[in-house]
């Protein structure tokens, strides 16, 4: 195995530590989300156990939040320091800072119109499991479409700052991983090669997940069937 480096570059973080921080801050989030399957015993093999297992999920809705809000964070944070170790000038740095600041205020809009939306659906999930049951057997998608007709743009209020969070995401991590573009082959010690490895893990896992968006988001418009239902803005 062999250690990529960038071309000249005298930046200490490079874009082969870069890589390798996002590789083990990967793996980090499926051991943890693994355990925290295992740990609240999570099923979703029935209907039942589903029921019971969306109420967990519910009852630790603080810690979700706040080991997903550490894992963006510091995957942003690579992002940042990457960019600006770039031998750009910084007016670049500057512009090219912009992709994960677009990421961060569209998944912060998103996030906030899908609380509104949850809010208006006014699911139980503090009632008990029988009650939660009930609550979705009369559940449809058509509760959704009214919920998202009281956001201040309906659909465009959640779809368009999705589009903008599958557009910068794809476009940050492509960047760090082909920028620059020069690369030089070397041999390194056997770290390295075992970081080089995760980091191939780590590229093969983004580009199947940027594969499955294009195919299922831009390609295939899955709110173009709904659009009909809402008034023109």
Same mark, same amino acid.
């Given at each position: 195995?062999? *250690?990529?480096?960038?071309? *000249? ?8 530590? /870069? ?17 925290? $399957? ?26 979700? &939040? ?6 963006? /964070? ?9 960019? &600006?170790? &770039?031998? $750009? ?22 996030? &906030? !119109? ?7 659906? !006014? ?10 049951? *009930? ?30 969070? #599958? ?17 030089? #082959?070397? !041999? ?6 075992? !970081? ?29 069937? $709904? ?5 023109? #803005?």
């Amino acid at each position: 195995m062999v *250690k990529y480096r960038d071309q *000249k570059s005298k930046t200490k973080f490079s874009r082969f530590l /870069a890589l390798s921080l996002c590789a083990w801050l990967m793996i980090i989030g499926v051991v943890a989300t693994t355990l925290f $399957y295992f740990q609240y015993k999570l099923n979703f093999k029935t209907s039942f156990t589903q029921v019971s297992s969306y109420l967990t999920i519910y009852q630790q809705r603080e810690l979700i &939040f706040i080991a997903s809000t550490i894992f963006i /964070a510091l995957f942003l944070l690579i992002i940042y320091i990457r960019i &600006f170790a &770039f031998k $750009y000038h910084i007016l670049s740095r500057l512009l090219l800072a912009l992709i994960p600041t677009i990421f961060l205020t569209a998944l912060l809009l998103l996030s &906030f !119109n899908t609380h509104l939306v949850l809010t208006e659906l !006014n699911i139980p999930f503090g009632q008990g499991l029988f009650t939660f049951k *009930k609550y979705l057997q009369t559940f449809s998608i058509d509760n959704i479409l009214q919920a998202i007709t009281t956001l201040p743009y309906q659909l465009n209020s959640i779809k368009i700052p999705l589009y903008i969070m #599958i557009y910068s995401y794809i476009t940050m991590f492509t960047m760090i991983i082909i920028l620059p573009i020069q690369i030089y #082959i070397s !041999n390194q010690s056997l770290w390295q090669k075992f !970081n080089a490895l995760l980091i191939l893990g780590f590229v093969i896992l983004f580009s199947i997940s940027a594969y499955y968006i294009i195919i299922h988001f831009i390609i295939n418009d899955p709110f173009l069937s $709904y659009e009909p239902f809402f008034k023109p #803005i």
